[in-house]
């Protein structure tokens, strides 16, 4: 596709369900990152992968937190017993090389709300 | 401290009239950059406009300008001649360092930018 696709949307989950949230990157690019969006914040860094290794996942906020990428393209964003304060949005962004200037090109989010 | 501090949580401008959104960071890196992005309601996050720090001109894209001014540690974006479709959340991002593990980006709380007809 032309740009980062997020799934689903939407996500409606109960205290202690596990959930997956899935990212397909612009085609062709190397890294791929997440970042979580609380209401009225700026985005903050999860995790980030260059190809299928995952190089960086200092910003997981717990072990419940599981990231991966295993072919270097799609990634999913897995949440295991999910607790009310991880209701967010959850945002993907890829970009082609790791250079320093290089863009990071976003999803438009998937929005979890935990009940 | 905050890496990056948006002062601005709310402004209003007239249609076809210039603003400025302000943002001023904290790095004790030589190389890094900055960038804004655009956030609709729809969520999606909206590349707009990149100045690295070794950049001397101040960087352009269309309508969107950065005012880039190192000593002050402020990187403003115009945007010149406003439209309706620019109403939307705009934060600013920077990135630290060149080593390994620096590719994220460090982002503000945002300003709400709406554009009165």
């Known amino acids: 596709g032309a740009g980062v696709s997020q799934s689903p949307r939407y996500k409606v989950a109960k205290r202690g369900q596990d959930v997956a949230l899935r990212c397909d990157p612009i085609s062709g690019h190397v890294s791929l990152f997440w970042y979580q969006q609380a209401l009225g914040q700026g985005p903050e860094f999860l995790t980030y992968f260059q190809n299928e290794a995952q190089l960086d996942k200092s910003g997981l906020p717990s072990d419940r937190f599981f990231a991966e990428r295993p072919e270097g393209s799609v990634s999913t964003l897995k949440i295991q017993r999910t ?28 929005r979890l709300s935990v009940l | 401290a905050q890496k990056i501090t948006q002062t601005q949580p709310g402004m209003f401008v007239q249609e076809k009239e210039a603003v400025t959104l302000d943002c001023t960071y904290d790095t004790s890196d030589q190389s890094y950059g900055l960038f804004w992005y655009k956030q609709p309601s729809s969520g999606e996050m909206i590349f707009l406009i990149y100045q690295g720090s070794y950049d001397e001109q101040n960087a352009t894209e269309g309508r969107y300008s950065l005012n880039f001014q190192k000593a002050r540690k402020s990187a403003n974006l115009v945007i010149s001649a406003s439209q309706l479709g620019d109403s939307a959340m705009y934060f600013c991002a920077m990135r630290e360092g060149r080593g390994a593990g620096s590719y994220q980006l460090t982002f503000g709380k945002g300003t709400k930018l709406s554009v009165i007809p």
């Open chain 1, 83 to 110: 607790q009310q304060e991880d209701s967010a949005v959850y945002l993907c962004a890829s970009s082609f090389l790791l250079d320093w200037d290089s863009i990071q090109y976003f999803g438009a989010g998937t």
